[in-house]
């Protein structure tokens, strides 16, 4: 939820020079009650209330249309090819189904698992690892964390005090 809220804050950052009250986004497609007549003669879709008159044989016509198997006849008027044949139904549909199953469902799972096992690239796992390690190591030989004398003190040379002034 917080990567939506994200995502919505920096789309208004990116698009600032849409209006929201522009025309073009948020067309009007309500017909004001003005417009509308009462009158037996004129009535409208838009009166609040109209009784609208259901033929039920229409609306069996329609489910048993929703209903209906998919045919593979290619003199079928209403068979719709898929774009892999646009002669042969059966290989047509075998090739939709195919391809969908292998880029939708084999190339997400399999590429997500992938992803997921994929090896540590940045080496932070083994960084955190080491750590612990010497960190361990260190508390099992009571030497502190960090060492205050990194470098041996009298390897180092520092500038004489006359150079400072």
Known sequence: MASLCRAARLSRRLV????RNNAVLRPTIYQPVAWSSTSESKKSE???GK???????RV?????????????????PNWVSHGWSDTDPKYDAWTN??????????????GTLFVHYMPDT???????????LVIAKRESLGEPLINPN????????????????
């Open 60 to 76: 069996e016509e329609i489910i048993k249309q929703g209903e209906r198997e998919p045919t593979l006849d290619p003199n079928d």
């Open 51 to 57: 009784a609208t008159e259901i033929d039920p044989a």
């Open 122 to 132: 940045t080496g932070r796992e083994w960084a955190e690892k080491e750590g612990s």
């Open 150 to 165: 990194y470098a041996d003190p009298s390897t180092i040379v520092l500038p004489a005090e006359e150079a400072e002034e």
């Open 97 to 110: 189904r195919t391809v969908f199953f292998f880029t939708i469902s084999v190339t997400l799972v399999f």
């Open 16 to 19: 600032p020079h849409i209006s």
């Open 46 to 48: 838009f009166v609040v």
